[in-house]
């Protein structure tokens, strides 16, 4: 049912770079059959069990700076840039 | 110096000047240096600024200043959880050097108080794990006995807190990850209410479900734990406004005339014969202190380890995106790369654990799936929320065995992944609902393993949950830790 | 038929602090990487916390353009890997699971075209990539991440690139007047559109930089869609950019994999209750849409409905006609500022350099109402005026403009003008429709200062005679 092909779609869709995805054919699709049994499930509520915030509450839209430099404790360059490989 | 003191003693005796904090903190710093060849729960030990602060305090509490509540306590810091200055791996290579500038909450109320971090602590990857064998750092040991697994993935926590290396410690629950080490380990463990403690500075694994969690030998020093770390947090948008509960008053009231539902799906087939029995006595030792125990059945119990994987897992494959080594992380040129070849093999240091969800996540998320698999998983939390509504109309707790099963060797359940999640099914249902759960010791098993009972209680119902775990606490009576 | 939709991003620049973060949401000529905290660099353990304003300018919004507005709205990850994200996924707004964006299914009416509006959502703007020459590396500016953004996403119900200025025009000047952004900011607004041509595929332009551009690379593009269609060869579905250089529109990459978002729930905002109460207070505080503006001048001011439209439709004009007209001449300073002003002043930037002011525009009403200018002096008058930014009074002087009107002064220079031109004024005699030439020749000699009425009314009686 998985296929290497799909680990190693997978494994693009989140850039790990997998050096052996055999070994996670197994292992994934013995878990996704696992979750299977979840279309079993029925259960009709629109409630999500999340928070919910007022709009008069949110956070008051005012300016402060951080407190420290930032960009000191990051892996910047001479010109505090961050260096980044280009995309092509 | 008994350094096997409750938290609760050890502030009486240095707030009296019994104790002198240096050199409770100087015995311990010693302790950990003797145990940790065998036990391995610490990552980093920060020696140098423990003492310090230790003499501080002594100072401000000979002066008469004012000294915070914790008095010095030292306290350990499960590594997932931001400290300034400290080092904060998640115990991954991919965060090996990276020092937050800043405190979590959590981290920050503790110092307010004067507690002393006193090192961070093991976890598995990312906390991704049961056992913390998967840590990048190798895998903490139990004090009880040192081939058997802390649990996880808070293991690093369980030990330090068992083995007398610290006062208590502030893990992370997310399927199970303070009470499992807390049952292993033969300490107190509490999962609160989501929304109750702040996650700002707790690095993010599954965000819908995760808290902290405080651990310590006793049920009254996580309370007083809790008073200092709980409440809103305006650098977290999840918290929830509570009002000002002091969690330790009131604490020993015990549970006469309360209603406690035994859940029926979390002590049937499957579970271990030596931990059914304890729990049975567990539950008659309950019912002689005046609670009425019913059996209840929760049939959404059985969909919640595929919820839980499905859900924590697509979290976790978009938390763990930002770790693409570029702003912080460790130590690897970008020469020569291009941005998506430098960053898979960047990513390619994950553990082999968070590499697998991160796959089930993107899995689940991908186009069409969302329906199938994400949906329906949080239709059973709302199903698993209800049901337990539905209960505690009935009965104001719910009782547990924590860990359907004795602790492990290490190496044992390594290989088979499903095997390993499985054995989160009876802490998963608190994590998905919301709910608080505790983890009280309550025996050992005819081989010297710990066995911890777990309780439950609605959301936000922390303060009773702590009463009945008090209760139970005071009925167990419980060897000193070998080691 | 031509199709064109839009798709269009707006920063709220006029807003204190980012959407997720307070760090400041106006990042431009700061130096690098100081404009950051880490919420917006995504730092483990961070997390982001909704601004307040953010919500209501983008509630704003969605009203202007007549959205239906959620009580209930979240937000949504959408993954990818990107330098320039430093979560490496967005947080932003996403419908395909219910509308629980800011604003869909809106519609705005603009000069009597109806444009429906898809959906509006709130999401965060990414980081700045800095690319240095030939060199593998990109240098990354975080200052700008988390930046709040409105995104607009419109029904392809544009039919031309005139409409689509117009309609940006409008969007500009609205964003400005609810006091959300400066749209004229340098990346302020950017805007992509699709566009197709009768039945054929739909092609995406991407990455225009400014308004004027937009209407080329569309005016481009149509071109460029039908000589293929006419030649039989079908359109190509795919991603474009505007090449400014060359003024044409240039293929992107070779059609890339549609990319798998993965969107899910952004667990760590709860969902945000806007209640109607608090939609009513946000309207109180918008200025006058551009509905209420154009009913306003025809019911309260009797302005012809095409001129009403011309005007409401223009921030810059109407606020000139507020100041301009008092109780008698609304019309008329309307009509000179929509017939006259406009031709020599209709972009931004000619608008600014306008010399002219509401006194100007007041005093040139009121004099041609009272017939102290006839309408054709007048024009030379606003001309001067808006060319020297001299009184009306200085104007009339030096132009030697006015209004003459007494029938003896006006025959003798008709009688001049008959003179001179006997061979029109035969013409006249025989083809009366003839006649606005000698009127004409009259107004030269007046310097535009003849009454109108008065010649013709004298021209008739002596031809006649």
């Known amino acids: 049912m998985v296929e290497r092909k799909e680990i190693e779609h997978l494994g693009d869709l989140v850039k790990v770079e997998l050096k052996e995805p055999e070994k996670y054919i197994k292992q994934v699709e013995q878990i996704i059959q696992y979750f299977d049994r979840l279309d079993a499930v029925e259960f009709n509520s629109d409630d999500t069990l999340r928070n919910e915030v007022d709009l008069e509450n949110l956070r008051d839209d005012t300016h402060e700076p951080y407190d420290i430099s930032l960009i000191d404790h990051l892996k910047k360059d001479q010109n505090n840039f961050i260096r980044a490989p280009r995309m092509v | 110096m008994n350094l096997g003191i409750s938290a609760t003693e050890f502030v009486s005796q240095a707030k009296d000047g019994a104790i002198s904090v240096e050199e409770f903190v100087a015995k311990t710093l010693d302790r950990i240096n003797r145990v940790e060849e065998k036990l391995h729960a610490f990552i980093t030990v920060d020696s140098q600024n423990a003492l310090a602060k230790s003499k501080e305090i002594d100072k401000k509490i000979k002066s008469k200043d004012k000294v915070g509540i914790c008095f010095g306590m030292p306290i350990s810091i499960k590594d997932n959880i931001c400290t300034a200055g400290l080092k904060t791996t998640c115990a991954s290579k991919m965060l090996e050097n990276f020092v937050a500038p800043y405190d979590a909450t959590v981290v920050s109320r503790l110092k307010s108080e004067d507690a002393i971090i006193i090192g961070k602590v093991n976890l598995d990857e990312f906390a991704m794990g049961s056992t913390t064998e998967f840590s990048y750092f190798g895998t903490s040991r139990n004090p009880w006995n040192i081939d058997y697994v802390p649990g996880g993935s808070s293991g690093g926590s369980g030990v330090s807190v068992s083995a007398l290396e610290c006062l208590g410690s502030l893990g992370s629950d997310t399927g199970g990850s303070v009470r499992s080490p807390a049952s292993f380990c033969s300490v107190v463990g509490l999962k609160p209410t989501y929304g109750l403690i702040s996650r700002y500075g707790l690095v993010s694994y599954a965000n819908s479900i995760e808290q902290v969690g405080p651990m310590a030998r006793t049920v009254e020093d996580v309370a007083f734990l809790l008073n200092i770390i709980s409440g809103h947090d305006p650098h977290d948008n999840t918290t929830v406004k509570n009002g000002h509960v002091n969690y330790t008053q009131d604490i020993s009231s015990g549970i006469s005339g309360k209603k406690i539902g035994i859940i029926t799906q979390m002590i049937g087939e499957g579970v271990d014969k030596e931990v059914v029995s304890a729990t049975n006595r567990a539950i008659s030792k309950l019912q002689e202190l005046g609670a009425e125990c019913i059996p209840v059945s929760l049939d959404a119990v059985e969909h919640s380890v595929a919820a839980y994987y499905t859900i924590a897992s697509a979290e976790a494959s978009s938390n763990l995106s930002r770790y693409d080594n570029l702003r912080y992380g460790f130590d690897f040129g970008t020469e020569g790369y291009e941005f998506k070849a430098f960053i898979s093999k960047a990513r390619s240091n994950f553990g082999p654990e968070v590499t697998r969800r991160m796959l089930l996540g993107a899995f689940v998320l991908s186009t069409g799936y969302y329906g199938k698999y994400y949906l329906k998983a949080q239709k059973v939390r709302t199903m698993i929320k209800a049901q337990l509504d539905e209960a505690f109309k009935k009965v104001d707790f719910l009782i547990s065995p924590t860990m359907p099963i004795l602790p492990f060797k290490v190496g044992e359940k390594i290989d088979d992944p499903l095997k390993l999640y499985l054995t989160d099914i009876n802490t998963i249902t608190a994590n998905l609902s919301g709910i608080p759960a505790i983890s009280v010791p309550f025996e050992m098993s005819n081989s010297g393993l710990p066995i911890g009972m777990q309780l439950f209680a609605n959301s936000f119902e922390e303060k009773k949950l702590l009463q009945a775990a008090y209760a139970l606490q005071e009925t167990a009576n419980l060897p000193e830790v070998p080691l | ?465």
């Open chain 3, 1 to 465: 038929m031509t199709r064109i939709g839009l798709e269009i991003h707006c920063q709220l620049t006029k807003l204190e602090s980012k959407l997720f973060c307070s760090c400041k949401a106006e990042y431009r000529n700061l130096a690098p990487n100081s404009n950051i905290c880490p919420v917006c660099t995504g730092l483990p353990g961070s997390l982001p916390i909704l601004n307040k304003k953010a919500v209501e300018k983008a509630v704003m919004i969605s009203l202007a353009l007549g959205c239906k507005i959620p009580e209930k709205i979240a937000f949504f990850r959408k993954n990818y890997f990107y330098p320039d994200l430093p979560k490496n996924f967005q947080i932003t707004q996403y419908n395909a699971y219910g509308p629980t964006s800011i604003g869909s299914d809106g519609k705005i009416i603009i000069q009597g075209k109806e444009i429906k509006i898809r959906r509006i959502q709130l999401e965060e703007d990414p980081g700045r990539l800095v690319y240095e020459g030939k060199s593998m590396l990109t240098l990354v500016d975080y200052n700008r991440a988390g930046t709040p953004l409105v995104e607009i996403v419109t029904e392809p119900d544009f039919e031309t690139p005139k409409q689509v200025r117009i309609f940006l025009n409008v969007l500009a000047d609205l964003v400005e007047n609810i006091g959300v952004s400066d749209p004229y900011l340098e990346g302020a607004m950017r805007v992509d559109g699709n566009i197709s041509e009768g039945d054929g595929n739909r092609v995406e332009i991407k990455n225009v930089g400014s308004f004027r551009d937009i209407e080329k690379a569309l005016h481009f593009e149509i071109t460029r869609q039908q000589s293929l269609l006419e030649r039989e060869i079908s359109v190509v579905s795919e991603t474009r950019h505007w090449d400014d250089a060359r003024r044409i529109t240039v293929s992107s990459r070779s059609k890339e994999e549609e990319q798998d978002y993965r969107y899910l729930p952004e667990a760590d905002i709860p969902i945000v209750l806007i209640r109607n109460e608090s939609i009513e207070n946000i309207k109180k505080q918008m200025p006058e849409s551009i509905v209420a503006k154009r009913e306003r001048y025809v019911k309260k001011y009797g302005i012809p409905a095409q001129v009403a439209d011309v005007l409401s439709s223009d921030r810059f004009y109407a606020d000139l006609f507020e100041k301009s007209h008092n109780e008698r001449n609304a019309k008329e300073v309307a009509n000179i500022i929509t017939t006259d002003l406009l031709s020599y002043a209709d972009t931004r930037e000619k608008k600014l350099e306008l010399k002219i002011t509401a006194q100007h525009i007041s005093d040139l009403a009121d004099s041609v109402m009272d017939n102290k200018l006839t309408r054709n002096s007048g024009k030379q008058a606003l001309q001067e005026m808006v060319k020297t930014g001299k009184s009306l009074l200085d104007v009339i002087s030096s132009l030697d403009l006015g209004h003459v009107n007494d029938s003896g002064s006006i025959e003798k220079i008709i009688d001049e003008v008959f003179q001179e031109e006997k061979k029109a004024v035969t013409e006249a005699r025989q083809n009366p429709d003839t006649i606005n030439y000698l009127v004409g020749k009259v107004m030269k000699k007046t310097k535009g200062k003849a009454d109108p009425a008065t010649t013709l009314d004298i021209l008739r009686k002596k031809l006649s005679s």
